[in-house]
């Protein structure tokens, strides 16, 4: 079994914009949100995505394999968040992905944002992405984006995690949510966990607000 494990994430500022609690607690609820894609990920035909040359018909297809992919991002809620909190997931780490056998490679997108209101179905949200601006673009341009390689579906679903990531922090920032930090990271088994495990210890994210911990682990049944 291949298991992705985040360990730890230190938020250096909570992005509630108060001071060692001046003016009330600093306190944050906080959200993870995080895509794994793999040579493995599940998608629909891409070769039907493809040649479709109907651009209405194109765009419906590839609504699929958007919301498809868009089912593997994982939400996980974070309470009473303050400047340089370190969170963890007990001694363990939380798995936020697992497959049976070692990918070859695979590409995990994770975002961090401070919630600007509760009570919120973002799974909902999340999948209204379909309904962007520049969806149709992205529709127009998707053959050219993936190509026809071997490598296909993996590409497919890189590009289209881009994708929604990119569509959702929008949205989110229209919610007067505020983003703490993004990492895109993209792993190939021959160079970064050839013998099948990997160690990160404070890695950076965009902003330099974030410091990651993850593991690669393999383990045999």
């Known amino acids: 079994m291949f298991f992705f494990r985040l360990n730890k994430v230190k938020i250096r500022d909570n992005g509630d914009g108060r001071f060692l609690g ?9 959200q993870f949100i995080s895509l794994v ?19 209405a018909k194109r765009k419906e297809l590839l609504k699929e394999a958007v919301l498809g992919v868009a089912s593997a991002i994982t939400f996980t809620p974070i309470h009473g968040v303050k400047d340089n909190t370190d969170v963890t997931f007990g001694d363990t780490g939380v798995v936020i992905h697992k497959s049976d056998v070692m990918p070859k490679f695979f590409g995990w997108e994770f975002l961090v944002v401070k919630l600007n209101k509760d ?20 529709a127009a341009n998707f053959p050219k984006l993936i190509g026809k390689t071997a490598a296909a579906p993996y590409t497919a679903g890189v590009e289209i995690g881009k994708f929604i990531f990119s569509a959702f922090t929008k949205h ?50």
């Open 172 to 221: 989110l920032s229209k919610q007067k949510d505020k983003q703490l930090g993004i990492l895109e990271m993209s792993f190939i088994k021959q160079l970064d966990y050839k013998n099948g495990s990997r160690e990160g210890v404070g890695v950076q994210d965009e902003s330099g607000n974030l410091r990651i911990d993850y593991s690669i682990i393999t383990v045999e049944d």
């Open 22 to 30: 001046i003016l009330g607690s600093d306190k944050s609820k906080i």
């Open 119 to 138: 009570n919120r179905d973002l799974g909902e949200e999340l999948n209204g992405v379909v309904n962007d601006e520049k969806f149709d673009g992205f």
């Open 37 to 55: 894609v793999s040579e493995s990920i599940s998608l629909p035909d891409l070769g039907d995505i493809i040649n479709e040359n109907d651009g």
